[in-house]
């Protein structure tokens, strides 16, 4: 069983995600707008947040920049905005995965099951290359020993590479490995990311490097 936050203001649609949250297993804390969202997320352990874009007094991608300083919980975007330039703009943000109403109440289950499948794998207590430690038990990452703050998908993204370091992997590869084939996205999403990802490792973002037509490769250089 998982606690999951639930920041959606229409009560039909929230009522709706509880019940299947529920029906899975889950624990379900609701709020209705997202000062109140973050309240509870300050308050309480959450496994994984569901936020809805337009909600009163905060909306969904400024509860996600705040919460992304507080957490690094997966969070799933829930919206009746569509377009290209909003899901890039949530996953800037730090959102791990998207969904445009209407939906499939049953996809959504489907969806917050894998993400917190895929945050609750440890299988080594700590793995380090160059001057990047990560400790998978807290989802720690150290740079030259100093702690930095990833959101889930920038770190999925490092743990990946760094299980894998020499080995050249595609934005398709990269898209159904870490988002899953699902996912609703594009490949643009990928380099956001591993943008995002280079800047916060500082000096060792060098070591994610870009091969042209060929994709990303993850290699400790000098």
Excluded at 187 to 209: C, E, M, P, Q, W
Aim: charge should be neutral; proline fraction near 4%; glycine fraction near 6%.
């Amino acid at each position: 069983m998982a606690n999951i936050l639930i920041a959606e203001d229409e009560k039909s649609m929230q009522n709706i995600i509880v019940t299947y949250l529920q029906r899975g297993g889950h624990a379900c804390y609701t709020a209705d707008d997202g000062v109140d969202a973050l309240m509870l997320l300050k308050n309480n352990p959450m496994d994984l947040m569901i936020l809805d874009i337009m909600m009163p007094h905060l909306d969904g991608f400024s509860v996600c920049k705040i919460a992304r300083e507080m957490s690094n919980i997966p969070i799933i975007i829930l919206t009746a905005k569509g377009d290209e330039s909003d899901k890039l703009k949530g996953y800037e943000y730090g959102v791990d995965d998207y969904m445009t109403k209407p939906f499939s109440p049953k996809v959504l289950l489907a969806k917050v099951n894998a993400l917190l499948r895929r945050s609750s794998i440890s299988p080594l207590s700590t793995i380090s290359a160059g001057k990047i430690a990560i400790i998978p038990s807290s989802h720690s990452v150290f740079v030259d020993g100093q702690e930095i703050t990833l959101t889930h998908k920038e770190y999925e993204l490092l743990y990946f590479f760094m299980a894998n370091t020499g080995q050249v992997f595609n934005r398709e590869q990269l898209l159904n490995r870490i988002w899953g084939y699902d996912f609703e996205g594009n490949t643009r999403t990928v380099d956001t990311h591993i943008k995002t990802l280079r800047h916060k490792l500082g000096s060792a973002g060098k070591y994610i490097t870009t091969l042209i037509r060929s994709g990303y490769k993850f290699e400790v250089t000098p």
